[in-house]
């Protein structure tokens, strides 16, 4: 199984600042890597697929980058309702596998 | 657009559970289907695919207990999960993708408690 080592696992930040978190595979994945955000309660909302690739109606502050086995998600200027915990899964390989989650606090 | 999930609920241990994902506006056997769960506080786990085909797969962790289906009359998913464990106890979500981005589209979730 490919393992997903994503950090940090959490992270606290103040509005408007930049954030980058990172998701490393155990293995090329190609860019077979999507980008979660997750709030309480809540089901997992896509905002980047193909590792790069901004989801429709995802605003642009969101971002992803990479390939192989490192791969970056980064927030450009964080707004108040950015606070949640986001999860990278790579769909290279069965089974697919998520990164254990950053969750984002406000500082 | 949406899928819902259905029958969670309490159950114990080495018991047996049935869950139900419902889709609308979009055929379920046209497309992949998954079941992802989350036990309470932790991180997401990838469960079990079925496949347009009719192929499925498993996390190891499952293997050998649950078995993915789907009804395509009623247009529904199931997840029938049985020899349930305590650390089967979570929410479960089914899950797809639609047009170009995968695994986009998630129901709300439905819980399992696996008591002791």
């Known amino acids: 199984d490919i393992q997903m080592t994503q950090s940090p696992s959490s992270l606290s930040a103040s509005v408007g600042d930049r954030v980058t978190i990172t998701c490393q595979a155990s293995?090329?994945?190609?860019?077979?890597l999507n980008w979660y955000q997750q709030k309480p309660g809540k089901a997992p909302k896509l905002l980047i697929y193909?590792?790069?690739s901004l989801e429709t109606g995802v605003p642009s502050r969101f971002s992803g980058s990479g390939s192989g086995t490192d791969f970056t998600f980064t927030i450009s200027s964080l707004q108040p309702e950015d606070f949640a915990t986001y999860h990278c899964?790579?769909?290279?390989?069965?089974?697919?596998?998520f990164g254990q989650g950053t969750k984002l606090e406000i500082k | 657009v949406q899928l819902v999930e259905s029958g969670g609920g309490l159950i114990q241990r080495g018991g047996s559970l049935r869950l139900s994902c419902t889709a609308s506006?979009?055929?379920?056997?046209?497309?992949?289907m998954s079941w992802v769960r989350q036990p309470p506080g932790k991180g997401l786990e990838w469960v079990s695919v079925?496949?347009?085909?009719?192929?499925?797969y498993y996390a190891d962790s499952v293997k050998g207990r649950f078995i993915i289906s789907r009804d395509n009359s009623k247009n529904t998913l199931y997840l029938q999960m049985s020899s349930l464990r305590s650390e089967d106890t979570a929410m479960y979500y089914c899950?797809?993708?639609?047009?170009?981005?995968?695994?986009?589209?998630w129901g709300q979730g439905t819980l399992v408690t696996v008591s002791s």
């Open positions: 079925i496949h347009s085909s009719g192929t499925t």
């Open positions: 899950a797809t993708g639609l047009a170009a981005a995968p695994y986009n589209l």
């Open positions: 506006e979009f055929t379920v056997s046209s497309n992949y």
């Open positions: 193909d590792a790069s």
């Open positions: 293995q090329d994945i190609d860019n077979f």
């Open positions: 899964l790579q769909y290279e390989n069965l089974p697919y596998t």
